[in-house]
């Protein structure tokens, strides 16, 4: 058994890029857990998709030996961490299991809103922050500038930084000798009682559900009795172990450690994340403070494109979710659509990252709406209802007012961008609040602004005009009373409730003009003139025109080949088969997919 004086539990903490998954690799090649032939990119990002974007969406626990100048073998626990504001939720959640953060600067681009938003996460739960300059090999590294502002913005002394490249492999012993003296390592606690918090979980098709692990107290062994402190469900320990990178199965899990349990469990839904593991014979008196729940914040609706496919796509959303607790989804129907799920996100990455993952792995053909929020409507009879679907809006004669949800965003930026920004905020329905000075060059905006706005394209916007260089991080704020209609689009009179939207009545026509325009050239012309039409209740705010197929396609065939006219009818018949019929008219499943990108 370790001495919990040799162990130390830590994370990487950066903003995205920043080269958390390289330095883990670096380290972890140090401690040689890897050898150079098994080794390949970002070891701890092991989903298909995480590789491809670099990004990391999981974070992955893996326990590292490290022997350190003092000639002791110590435990070194590190939990990578994603760094997207999307995901702050699973940051905060692996601090939780840590006694130290290592915070990542890129030495290149300097502090960042997510550097800021992670620090204060880790001060927050009083770890011990070792700062360190990565990338110091780039020509364009200001290492000064860097040290300054981990002074002047993050007030940490400077003259603890370790300076890194993890690409060149410098300064990495000099980190892991810094983590053994400054991070401590695990409290010793009195009480003998067991109590292990489950940080994060996974489901695998084969073992079941892989809970991870912090030991506060006590030990978990391989068939040992445990019970749930949540809902006091009692059970048995299939497996435990530690990821030295893979899982490696263990005996006993001792106090202080980080690893894995594998509980006896019919159903996923058994395992709380936040939830206290504790012994089923002497279970503890008082539970781990356990973690926030999670709320989605963005809304959208998942249909497969041919309707055969609805169970097969109850399945995949079922099991992306048992990875996933933070997405959530409910079944719904749609006139125009058929059966979907009305699903939930953290965030646009995380939507996107979903309905990517359902795509490949799963292989699914997938039409998902435009994206919403969740609203507060107030109605006139007094009543409240949250309304996180375009189509469910109570009729506007009921409703008394409308609340959206605002953000409070935190962007930093070069100072010379700073008039572009503001008038993106404006743009945005937003409102800027505060003005700091960061160091010389940059300076953070705070600013109110309505999620619905952010949600779309502001990240993108707000990177093209400060040339990649502003960076922002939000957090919910309140929720506000605003001017919001909803737009509905109508294909020959019927409307069609996939394409509706909730805008802000001052956007209503500009954005009725652009989907009806939009639509106008992906609808085929049929038989009959289609009108489209945008309207807001009854008025009609914007409309355009698909013209009728004027001549019958057949008669091109001279009337006399039978074959030919068959062929013909057949490949009709082909082409119909990605259309949804909406009334008596067949909508091309790209119409759905380019709705979703009119944006302004
Ligand atoms: P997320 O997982 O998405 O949060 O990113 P990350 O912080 O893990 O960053 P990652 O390790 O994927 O590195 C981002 C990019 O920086 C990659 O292209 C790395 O090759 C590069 N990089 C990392 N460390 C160094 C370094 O020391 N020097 C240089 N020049 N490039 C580096």
């Known amino acids: 058994m370790m001495q919990q004086k040799y162990i130390r539990n830590f994370s990487i903490i950066a903003h995205i890029d920043h080269g958390k998954s390289t330095l883990a690799d670096r380290m972890m090649q140090m401690c040689n857990l890897i050898d150079d032939r098994t080794f390949h990119e970002c070891m701890l990002d092991d989903m298909d998709l995480e590789q491809e974007r670099g990004i990391t969406i999981k974070s992955h626990p893996v326990r590292m030996n490290h022997i350190a100048e003092d000639g002791i073998s110590y435990e070194m626990n590190l939990i990578d961490t994603p760094g997207h504001v999307d995901f702050a939720y699973e940051v905060s959640r692996s601090l939780a299991a840590c006694e130290g953060a290592v915070l990542l600067i890129d030495a290149a681009q300097g502090v960042q809103a997510q550097t800021v938003a992670n620090v204060n996460l880790a001060m927050k739960q009083n770890l011990a922050i070792i700062p360190v300059i990565n990338k110091i090999d780039l020509p364009s590294a200001d290492i000064d500038l860097c040290l300054e502002q981990l002074e002047d913005i993050l007030m940490l002394p400077a003259e ?37 918090i489950i940080f994060d979980s996974v489901y695998n098709p084969y073992r079941g559900v892989i809970s991870y692990v912090r030991i506060f107290s006590g030990s978990l062994e391989k068939n040992s009795s445990i019970q749930l402190y949540s809902t006091g469900l009692k059970t048995e320990l299939k497996e435990v172990g530690q990821f030295a990178p893979d899982m490696k199965e263990g005996k006993t899990l001792y106090p202080g450690t980080v690893g894995y349990i594998i509980p006896n469990l019919k159903s996923p839904k058994d395992t709380k994340i936040g939830d206290t593991v504790t012994d089923a014979i002497r279970p ?16 959208s609706s998942l249909y497969p494109i041919d309707t055969n496919d609805y169970n097969t796509l109850k399945l995949s959303v079922s099991k992306l979710q048992l990875n996933d607790a933070a997405f959530s989804y ?19 990455l995380h939507m996107e990252i ?153 956007h209503t026509r500009l954005r009725g003009k652009i989907l009806v325009d939009r639509l106008k050239d992906i609808i085929p012309p049929q038989m009959f003139k289609i009108a489209i039409q945008a309207s807001v209740g009854s008025s009609v705010i914007a409309r355009s025109t698909v013209r009728a197929l004027r001549k019958d396609v057949t008669s091109k065939c001279y009337g006399g080949d039978i074959t030919r006219k068959r062929k013909l009818l057949e490949k009709q018949k082909a082409g119909k088969k990605r259309m949804k019929q909406v009334g008596k008219v067949n909508i091309p499943q790209e119409a759905f997919i380019e709705v979703l990108k009119c944006t302004e």
Do not use: W
């Open 160 to 196: 603890d930084a370790v300076l890194v490249s993890a690409k060149e492999n410098t300064g990495v012993p000099e980190l892991l000798e810094a983590i053994v003296k400054q991070i401590p390592p695990p409290p010793q606690t009195d009480g003998t009682e067991t109590k292990a």
């Open 284 to 299: 503890c008196s008082v539970a781990l403070p356990g973690f926030e729940e999670i709320k989605p914040m963005v809304f």
């Open 330 to 348: 409910q079944m719904e129907t749609s006139i125009a659509l058929g059966f979907g799920f009305r699903c939930g996100f953290l965030g646009l």
């Open 354 to 506: 979903i309905q990517e993952r359902l795509r490949r792995e799963f292989n699914m053909d997938i039409i998902a709406t435009y994206p919403s929020v969740v609203y507060n409507v107030y109605l006139k009879n007094g009543t409240l209802e949250k309304i996180d679907n375009p189509a469910h809006l109570p009729d506007p004669a009921n409703i008394d007012y409308i609340e959206e949800p605002y953000i409070e965003a935190n962007i930093m930026l070069p100072n010379k961008g700073i008039g572009s920004v503001m008038n993106l905020i404006m743009e945005k329905r937003g409102e800027c609040t505060k003005t700091e000075n960061m160091d010389r060059n940059h300076i953070v905006l705070t600013a109110e602004i309505p999620l619905l706005e952010v949600m779309i394209d502001f990240h993108d916007k707000l990177k093209s005009i400060t040339s990649g260089y502003g960076s922002m991080d939000y957090a919910p704020l309140d929720y506000r009373r605003s001017k919001l209609v909803k737009l509905d689009i109508l294909v020959n009179g019927d409307p069609v409730d996939a394409f509706s939207t909730i805008v802000h009545h001052e």
